[in-house]
């Protein structure tokens, strides 16, 4: 964002400021006209900005995505591996769950239409960050065979998006999460 002129730098910073609201309120399906009217722009210089609905969320949940990744290097050295991954998989519910339009957004990977050639950074940075804890707790045998990154990021999606609308989207994503790894990953 450094290299563009001081008006596009504090369009794009309304237009996300705008667009943080919308999905926090509407979900993933949020209305890009909406967002360009609360930022003040036009749906063009939003598009202009982003591309896609799915760069558009991507620049909503970018931090909190790169705080989870630092939370598994963290972890990637806890003396327990099944322990390590258990709680950023927890964390990770945890914010799925309570961030509308999350897990709408990861489940977009993989998707027809516009966005399909466009890869879901959102998905890859978590699969990345997974794929340590995954494998160290696979070495140390906490994991059942063949559970990949992606299946896990697939499940906590799928957690997210059968919650979304619960009385208590976190604590029965919480109960879910405990019932899915008792499965992918039983105690020894």
Same mark, same amino acid.
């Given at each position: ?46 598009? *202009? ?24 290097? &963290? ?33 977009? &990977? ?40 992606? &299946? ?22 919480? *109960? ?13």
């Amino acid at each position: 964002m450094t290299g563009r002129r001081a008006d596009a730098r504090r369009n794009c910073a309304r237009i996300l400021d705008a667009a943080e609201a919308e999905v926090a309120a509407h979900g993933a399906d949020a209305s890009l006209e909406q967002i360009a009217r609360t930022a003040g722009v036009g749906s063009a210089t939003v598009r *202009r900005h982003f591309p896609s609905r799915r760069a558009l969320l991507e620049a909503v949940f970018r931090e909190r995505i790169e705080t989870l990744c630092a939370l598994a290097a &963290d972890l990637a050295g806890a003396a327990e591996a099944r322990d390590a991954l258990l709680e950023w998989l927890s964390a990770l519910t945890a914010y799925a769950a309570s961030a509308r339009g999350l897990a709408t957004a990861l489940a977009l &990977d993989g998707a027809d239409g516009p966005d399909a050639a466009h890869v879901n950074a959102c998905s890859v940075k978590l699969t990345d960050a997974a794929d340590p804890l995954l494998v160290r707790a696979a070495r140390d045998g906490a994991v059942t065979p063949g559970v990949s990154a992606a &299946d896990l990021l697939a499940l906590i999606t799928g957690i997210a998006l059968a919650t979304e609308h619960h009385k208590d989207p976190a604590a029965e994503a919480d *109960r879910l999460l405990g019932l899915t790894m008792a499965g992918v990953s039983p105690q020894r």
